[in-house]
């Protein structure tokens, strides 16, 4: 077992960087722990189309604004990894890759991390593991008697292989619209969702977003009526893709189909939809297997916080999976005030 340190960050995407970021500004001892071979946590495995829904400067992490992309006003993943190595680098923070943690566990005055390299301790941890890693698929009746593909948006990478092929795209959100936008031009496309597409105005990006979601924060915590953050702008942001299929009649959404057969899908009324392959676009749940053994999960699958500190473990704060670890806290433009919130806690916790 290595010599213990102050803090462990779990998760080296854009969450555990904004982290480490202000762990060193406050001169906090801590390591980053990654499983990923490289930088750039989940936008390495996006696929190809995908763009932000702000521009590059509205989307950057402490400290350090994103460049424009060249000839881009919403920059692509591939550049949002470019970004996040030069960040990792130019702060020098000290991230281990090649690192997967199993579990962590209270060891009297420490947090004992445990992983294929071996066990590490803690005065305290912090968790950045997101989302990606935990695809979320339905109980959908006759799912495993469908016999063409199914893949999870995780999987999905370009329309290339699915020219000409008849596919179902499951899914309301961005996710959903831009993949279902992706594929309409090449493949013969059915888009299943379960309550009608609610997009966004035209004019709506990342920015407001970010502001939508922090007002819902403060009138919560105020003890005000829910402003509904978010949610109630709509589902899906119109990004130029979306925008263009949208308006030329190719993002025609049907509700969510009854069961899959072994060719296709099938509705309540007998209609059907035959199928190359599925895509489910249906969301993630958060990544925290590794803390079973702490017991702090309810039934919702969260951790209970205040603020990003888990209530039942002080030593452990949660950054960056969704607005109840911080108000838009799982986007580039969002994690730094709950990461700086979460340093700031630490380093008054270790205090001498």
């Given at each position: ?37 490289g930088a750039g946590g ?121 020219a000409g092929q008849r ?174 919130d979460a340093a700031r ?8």
């Open positions: 077992m290595t010599s213990p340190v102050d803090v462990l960050v779990i998760g080296g995407g854009q969450s555990g960087l904004a982290a480490g970021y202000h762990l060193r500004r406050l001169g906090v001892e801590h390591v980053v722990l990654d499983g990923q071979a989940a936008w390495q495995h996006a696929w190809d189309s995908l763009r932000l829904f702000s521009p590059a400067a509205y989307s950057s992490l402490p400290g350090r604004f994103m460049p424009a992309q060249e000839r881009e006003v919403s920059p692509d993943a591939a550049h949002v990894v470019s970004y996040l190595t030069d960040y990792e680098k130019r702060y020098e923070l000290p991230v281990r890759r090649g690192v997967w943690v199993s579990a962590v566990r209270r060891d009297g005055d420490f947090l004992r991390v445990e992983t294929d390299s071996g066990d590490r301790r803690a005065r305290a941890v912090i968790s950045a593991t997101g989302t990606w890693t935990r695809p979320f698929l339905p109980a959908v009746p006759g799912r495993r008697e469908f016999l063409g593909r199914q893949l999870h948006t995780v999987q999905y990478r370009s329309p290339a292989e699915f596919v179902i795209v499951v899914g309301g959100g961005n996710s959903g619209a831009q993949i279902a936008a992706d594929l309409a031009p090449v493949a013969e496309l059915t888009w299943v969702t379960r309550r009608p597409p609610r997009y966004l105005a035209d004019d709506i990006d990342g920015r407001a977003l970010f502001d939508a979601a922090t007002a819902r924060r403060r009138a919560l915590d105020a003890g005000r009526t829910d402003t509904g953050g978010v949610t109630s702008l709509g589902d899906i942001v119109a990004v130029p893709p979306v925008r263009a299929a949208r308006d030329a009649g190719l993002l025609a959404a049907k509700p969510m189909f009854s069961r899959l057969c072994a060719t296709g899908a099938q509705w309540a009324d007998g209609t059907r939809a035959e199928a190359d392959a599925v895509i489910w676009c249906t969301g993630f749940r958060p990544a925290l297997g590794h803390f079973a053994s702490l017991r702090l999960r309810g039934s919702r699958g969260h951790i209970a916080t205040v603020g990003t500190r888990a209530v039942d473990e002080p030593r452990l704060h949660l950054l960056g999976y969704g607005d109840w670890t911080g108000p838009a806290s799982a986007t580039l433009i969002g994690v730094g005030r709950p990461a700086r806690e630490i380093a008054d916790l270790l205090a001498p």
